[in-house]
């Protein structure tokens, strides 16, 4: 069995070792998150306002990314921004990217517009049917692939973190209580 000593040591090394990966993993969805902001790496969606609700949130930012680098003041702060990104990417990849797409077929006139396309798709999910990847969205180019990467990363970081967080949780009651049993 391992002495209190022992105990301790292992915990100060989780420890160590778990506020390098939430920084690490706090930085990832920051960067994440500000590439969304800039669909094609074409700053000129952002200023015309043409940048979707869940990239303009930026919980990667905040939510994975700050929160998490406040993570050794309050890691149920931290806890709190990982769910929050989680949820916020999660609902994202389910709506769909915003994007230009043409309403004719929903009210059989040549129009165009932005907003969420797969949003009306009842039947049908984006997600598995490829088809619809480059042939519902006009503009911007290849916007679900780029929806689909950076969500699906900032939606894994979060999943990390909630995790690292938990474990966090699990290590520093553990050092508590192995503290108070030393003596």
Known sequence: M?????????SRT????LGL????????AAGANLVLLFPNWDVTYLL?????????LGSGLWGGGLMM?????????????????FITSGVALKDGPFCMFDVSSFNQTQAWKYGYPFQDLHNRNYLYDHSLWNS????PSKAVIWHVSFFSTLL???LLQILLVVIHFI????GLFCSLCEK
């Open 21 to 28: 990966s939430l920084g690490t993993t706090a930085l990832f």
């Open 69 to 85: 680098l406040t993570a050794l003041l309050s890691s149920s702060l931290a806890f709190l921004g990982a769910l929050i990104c």
């Open 136 to 139: 519902v969205c006009l503009e």
């Open 48 to 56: 015309r306002g043409l940048v979707g609700r869940h990239a303009m």
């Open 2 to 10: 391992l002495s209190s000593p022992d105990v301790m040591a292992c």
């Open 14 to 17: 989780c420890s160590r070792i």
């Open 156 to 158: 894994c970081i979060s």
């Open 171 to 174: 290590n520093s009651f553990l």
